[in-house]
């Protein structure tokens, strides 16, 4: 398990980078990064080779999930832990479970979404692959509220959305 550095300051320029994130498509396509947050949708991409530039947990959650939050670290560049009060300031959720990460925008342009019952999988390139996700409607609307400005769709049902 990484060593996680702490950080108790709202003016730390990571938690405003992160709050901005949350709210700015501007933001988002300028730094070249989205918010992933809560366990499930982080782990989901965790299971699926995605790395994170940032882990960031709260002190609560760090209690509640620590074998979670050990395997998510090992996918992190950076690991931080915040206080529970400054946690819900950057959060974008009304009851955070306390896990933000921040990644990288993929390298392609759209992302190609096929629907399949109920999952969806989702196809992207990272750094010249191609990575395929499969999770739950939930993935596909935290992507595309963090990272999604356009849609479309082709002949085949599949839907493409352009980065913010």
Known sequence: MQNFNVITSRE??????????????????????FVLEGLRICEDICENGIRFDKLIISDNASIKYPD??????????????????????ISDTTSPQGIIAVSKIPASDSFAINSNGSDIELKFSVD???????TENFLLYRLWKNAAEEFSTNENGDIFVGLA
């Not at 730390?12 to 990064?33: D, H, Y």
């Not at 979670?68 to 300031?89: G, H, N, R, T, V």
């Not at 010249?128 to 499969?134: A, L, M």
Request: proline share 4%; charged share 35%.
């Open 12 to 33: 730390n320029s990571l938690i405003k980078l992160v709050s901005s994130l949350q709210t700015s498509a501007k933001t988002r396509k300028k730094e070249g990064f």
């Open 68 to 89: 979670d939050i050990e395997k998510l670290s090992e996918k992190a560049q950076e690991c931080y832990k915040i206080p529970d009060s400054l946690f819900k300031k």
């Open 128 to 134: 010249g692959e191609s990575p395929y996700i499969q």
